[in-house]
């Protein structure tokens, strides 16, 4: 019902819009309520009622068949118009509002009696707290002008990030890369910079950027592409390419250590990709934040450095390996379009924290990040085991789940159909916070995200144990 009235509310306030500026001037014979409907994407019914309120204004006059006319447009809109307060608007803002379960797992999982199973993230335990002191100590010493950055973030530290991603095999100039607040805030600049509201944005079918709105809502249509387990299956992608002009497509992808999935796409998969999308003439999107955490042999090369067009923009990020909290990634791409986005960069935020572009910095430069590196595989190692153990303990009978080779996840499948909301009710009255799979998948599905990252070895022990025991009363 809110959401109803917010919409009527919105079309009522455009109509007015266009009276009140003569858009709509008297005797303007309005689109019939069928074309309304299509136009505003609601039912006749809402066009119904805007069409009742408008009339009761003053404002347009339904006569029979001819149609409904406008019949004023200046001291009847003014009398209309009531006092509004900010609650009035509160559905009526273009982003759209999280999905109710991605609201109870973001207010729920601050809360420490909760068991957090789906987590990505790290804990706090594995955070290298005396190698972060020595470096805010450094920093601190070193530090004279903590001011604004330029457009594309520190020098300095986009130096350290070419060198950085050097040993990927991508070769990119300091004046190509682009400092921004983590890669959502990189997602919401190409969103707002460099897609139309008539793109169409394809992603493996589950994606983590399913469970955002970022794209969505902008008015950027998005599309699910089937995946193996190679990654995103290019004879489906093929398959829902649009014909004509009728959408813009491009490709988000998460190749290395998917997520939510885990898999990893081999190298033969990322030429054959790199192929498709350079013939299809396919801007891509490579979002590689999990890179670092390969946890039996390192990940094959990133599609950007298979880039020979500039068709890939790259993300990359410290937030899943470092610290969430510094907010720090990176966008790679030909330098116009890293201009174009550090130019609307500097509009919403004026450049991220010089502080934490100091700290990231000298993490790179000093050679700490790369030990820490070593360690922090290590400690995911053994969470890795110590889940897959469990799984084995407690699930055998009811999921299948993968293994994965690195990042965070394992994508466990239930053996029969559960209601995910059910599900996570029943999992949050015994405080264990869960990351169905329906978020971020285009179609309802039988899988959950589970992170062997964030919960303690004793968490991941009770939490398993007492979802299993969940499972078994359904």
């Not at 149609?67 to 200046?74: K, L, S």
């Not at 470096?135 to 350290?160: F, H, M, W």
């Not at 607040?181 to 493996?204: F, K, R």
Request: proline fraction near 4%.
């Amino acid at each position: 019902m809110i959401q109803k009235r917010g919409k009527t509310q919105t079309i009522l306030a455009d109509i007015k819009l266009k009276i009140k500026t003569g858009t709509w001037h008297v005797n303007f014979l309005m689109p019939t309520q069928r074309a309304l409907a299509e136009h505003y994407s609601v039912n006749r019914s809402t066009i119904v009622e805007v069409i009742d309120q408008l009339q009761a204004d003053g404002l347009v006059e339904t006569r029979g068949r001819q149609g409904t006319f406008v019949v004023n447009q200046t001291w009847s809109l003014l009398a209309s118009e009531q006092p509004k307060h900010w609650g009035q608007f509160v559905d009526t803002g273009f982003h759209q509002a999280n999905q109710p379960i991605i609201q109870s797992i973001n207010q729920l999982e601050f809360d420490e009696r909760y068991i957090r199973l789906g987590t990505g993230e790290l804990s706090p335990s594995l955070y290298p707290k005396d190698a972060m002191n020595r470096i805010l100590t450094d920093v601190g010493l070193n530090t004279d002008n903590l001011g604004y950055e330029c457009p594309k973030g520190s020098l300095a530290l986009r130096q350290a990030i070419s060198q950085q991603v050097a040993k990927y095999g991508i070769e990119a100039s300091a004046e190509s890369i682009l400092i921004v607040s983590g890669s959502l805030q990189a997602m919401q600049l190409i969103s707002i910079g460099l897609m139309s509201s008539d793109a169409l944005l394809l992603t493996e079918s589950p994606s983590y950027v399913k469970s955002l709105n970022t794209f969505q809502s902008v008015g950027i249509e998005l599309q699910g592409v089937a995946m193996d387990d190679s990654g995103i299956d290019l004879k489906a992608l093929l398959n829902q390419l649009p014909t004509g002009k009728s959408k813009m497509p491009y490709l988000y992808t998460i190749p290395t250590f998917h997520n939510p999935t885990g898999v990893l796409m081999p190298e033969n998969r990322r030429q054959e990709l790199m192929t498709f999308c350079n013939h299809y003439k396919l801007p891509l999107i490579e979002d590689d934040a999990y890179r670092e955490l390969w946890l039996d042999s390192p990940a094959p090369p990133p599609l950007k450095a298979m880039d020979t067009q500039g068709n890939v923009l790259y993300l990359g990020t410290v937030s899943k390996s470092l610290a969430a909290g510094l907010r720090i990634g990176w966008v790679i791409g030909p330098e116009p379009v890293i201009d174009r986005l550090g130019d609307i960069k500097m509009q919403l935020d004026y450049g991220a924290s010089s502080i934490s572009q100091n700290i990231v910095t000298e993490w790179l430069n000093s050679g700490a990040y790369d030990s820490y590196l070593v360690t922090l595989r290590e400690a995911l190692r053994v969470r890795r085991a110590l889940t897959l153990t469990l799984l084995e303990t407690h699930f055998k009978d009811l999921a299948t789940w993968n293994s994965p080779t690195g990042g965070f996840y394992i994508w466990l499948r239930l053996n029969k159909s559960v209601s995910a909301a059910q599900l996570f009710k029943k999992a949050v009255a015994e405080f264990i916070l869960l990351n169905p799979g329906d978020i971020y998948d285009y179609e309802k599905n039988q899988y959950l995200r589970i992170s062997y990252a964030y919960a303690s070895h004793e968490q991941l022990t009770i939490g398993l144990r007492t979802l299993s025991e969940i499972l078994h009363s359904f």
